[in-house]
């Protein structure tokens, strides 16, 4: 009984190590970037569903890149843009785009590094690698 015991103590253990590792909280980094990316196909699901509003389609591109230190202007433009309330989805995606602002400016600013400030590439989605055969 000595080998199962000590086989169950071994199971125990590399449980409890993956959950621990998995409840870790999420570092501001990680936070800003999951958050951006879900703004970003959100957008792109406004954008390409069957029901789009005409104020949808006027709305500022949305594509977000937190290492381009433009991304702030573009969260701004973003909120503030007049179009659109109305609609729930706009509304849910502004409220979104204002936290992550408030994120980036306030309790991340001295963790973030901003790798470019190339505005023009924020207009420009970088497509997915096309994948080969």
Sequence with gaps: TLPTMKMLLLLLALLSTALLASAAPPTCYSRVLSLSKEIT?????????????SCVEALPR???????????AKLRDFVAYPGCDRLVEVSELKEKARSLYTILISYCRRDLVFLTDDCNALEIPISPPIERS
């Design 41 to 53: 196909e959100s957008f792109q699901e406004l954008q390409t569903s069957k029901t789009v509003d």
């Design 62 to 72: 949305l594509y977000l890149d937190i290492h381009n230190y433009c991304v702030l």
